[in-house]
């Protein structure tokens, strides 16, 4: 099975909020990520956050994480057109692993 | 520019012909990974090295695939006897280590192979 699971679609109005949610499986995973894909791009470290921590804000951005669960998710505020991409979520303690990636659409 | 760099971006080969890519790490990483990327897949783990040892490979790594990094800076990935089902982006990252846990791995642009 996937170590990694995520959601392969989502749609938003340009203003609202987005939440991309995660689940993994592996209990040892030190770091967990967040990389942005844009069309024909590489991928682009978005924000990551220690297992031993439960909420990281930086900007628009808040990751939440619940360890007992191994659930993530990332909350995009006052979403933009131009935060239309694939977001992918990742897990890590020494080799870092990806879910499938989820395809954010952000309509005007 | 301090950042992963792969070449080439771009590689058109024959089936059953052997290619090479190459990655440069961001200088003060000590791990580098690879990873294939096909399209509306997340990357996939095929290697990665701590300095110069090569500390796991994925099952995915059939044998026609081999990567080294011989000096601990630099790797290669080749690919021997490349099928149609090798098409996909190849992917470096790099991190450290050095604080005793693993920071964040920063992605290269890729080399895209297409097996014709």
């Known amino acids: 099975g996937e170590d990694v699971e995520q959601s392969l679609f989502l749609s938003v109005r340009e203003g609202d909020s987005s939440v991309i949610n995660c689940t993994y499986t592996?209990?040892?995973?030190?770091?967990l990520y967040w990389y942005k894909q844009e069309p024909g791009a590489g991928l682009q470290l978005l924000t990551y956050?220690?297992?031993?921590?439960d909420m990281k804000q930086d900007q628009r951005l808040t990751v939440l994480l619940n360890k007992k669960d191994k659930h993530l998710s990332l909350r995009i505020a006052d979403t933009q057109t131009g935060d239309s991409a694939i977001y992918f979520c990742a897990e890590s303690d020494n080799d870092m692993r990806f879910g499938a990636g989820t395809r954010l659409t952000v309509k005007p | 520019d301090t950042g992963v760099s792969q070449n080439p971006r771009h590689k058109i080969t024959k089936r059953g012909q052997n290619v090479t890519f190459r990655c440069d790490p961001i200088s003060e990483h000590n791990r580098l990974y690879w990873y294939r990327q096909t399209l509306g897949q997340g990357p996939e783990f095929l290697t990665y090295f701590q300095n110069e040892a090569q500390l796991e490979k994925s099952r995915l790594l059939s044998d026609r695939f081999s990567a080294e990094r011989p000096k601990g800076s630099f790797s290669t990935l080749e690919i021997q006897r490349t099928e149609q089902g090798d098409s996909a982006m190849y992917l470096c990252?790099?991190?450290?280590?050095?604080?005793?846990?693993?920071?964040?791995?920063?992605f290269g642009q890729g080399t895209r192979l297409t097996v014709v």
């Open positions: 990252a790099s991190s450290s280590t050095q604080t005793g846990v693993n920071t964040e791995a920063f």
């Open positions: 592996d209990s040892s995973s030190t770091y």
């Open positions: 956050i220690f297992s031993n921590m």
